[in-house]
């Protein structure tokens, strides 16, 4: 049997004086009372979602600190998502920058229908996409892949011999992965790249979880295909899969 205390009763008392609505507040106590092994069970999905709600919540009744928390929170990734769909670090920047820049000024008009996360990374895609386009219009183009570099130079951990091999791996296969149809090269972004789900995914491109899961296995099935063929001077992908990355493994699995 739990005994209340004083500090359990002053942190009611907070939350009644916190949450004026009737939902909130016995959402908040249940979490204040929930047994341990359940807090436990809870997925990673479940306490980011818990955070960022509490953090959006601050921000929206005035706290910057805790705005510049949810900027610290997803920043890299919405820079790693631009990177990927852009293949400019320049242009990965800037959208990070003017994404946040967004949210901050749209905030209190943000009604919490979808997760933060899936908001931003929302106005992201978009953002990211339209400057791709813009780039292919102007007849840009970029002699070295940042997405390359970045990735070998975490993944072959100072071993020149595993460098040069990866730095080939991975020159085939985002060279595969930029010439999937663009709606396909985003969600293989967001699912293998960025650890989403199925549904998150959906809810920031705008479809159904079905259509994720069949561009998902489209493209896998593409990206396989490519990697595998026979090109002057390269061998096949699978040989160096196990060697790859777990992220760029993702992209390959079955």
């Given amino acids: 049997q739990q005994v209340v ?3 359990k009763i002053d942190t009611v008392s907070a939350c009644l004086r916190k949450f004026r609505g009737l939902a909130k507040f016995l959402q908040e106590l249940w979490a204040l009372w929930r047994p341990r092994g359940e807090m436990a069970s809870r997925t990673r999905a479940e306490i980011e979602s818990v955070v960022a709600s509490k953090l959006v919540d601050q921000a929206k009744a005035g706290d910057s600190a805790a705005f510049d928390a949810l900027v610290r929170r997803y ?4 820079v790693a998502l631009a990177l990927h769909l852009t293949r400019s670090e320049s242009d990965a920047d800037d959208i990070a920058q003017e994404v ?3 949210a901050y000024r749209a905030l209190p008009n943000f009604a919490g229908e979808s997760e933060f996360f899936t908001w931003v990374y929302r106005m992201a895609v978009n953002r990211a996409l339209t400057a791709r386009r813009q780039r292919d219009r102007r007849g840009e183009t970029t002699m070295d892949d940042p997405r390359v570099e970045k990735a070998v130079a975490i993944d072959a951990a100072g071993d020149p011999v595993r460098a040069a091999e ?3 791996t991975y020159i085939r ?3 595969a992965l930029d010439r999937l149809p663009t709606e396909m090269r985003t969600t293989v972004v967001l699912v293998a790249l960025q650890g989403f789900s199925h549904e998150e995914a959906a809810v920031v491109q705008n479809c159904s979880p079905g259509t994720i899961s069949w561009r998902m296995h ?3 099935k593409q990206l396989k295909k490519a990697l595998n063929a026979k090109t002057v001077g390269a061998k096949p992908l699978g040989v160096h899969c196990r060697k790859l990355s777990k992220e760029f493994r993702e992209l390959l699995k079955d």
């Fill in 5 to 7: 205390t004083l500090g």
């Fill in 75 to 78: 920043r890299d990734r919405i």
């Fill in 100 to 102: 946040f820049l967004n």
């Fill in 166 to 168: 990866l730095r080939r």
């Fill in 173 to 175: 296969l985002l060279s």
């Fill in 218 to 220: 489209t493209a896998r």
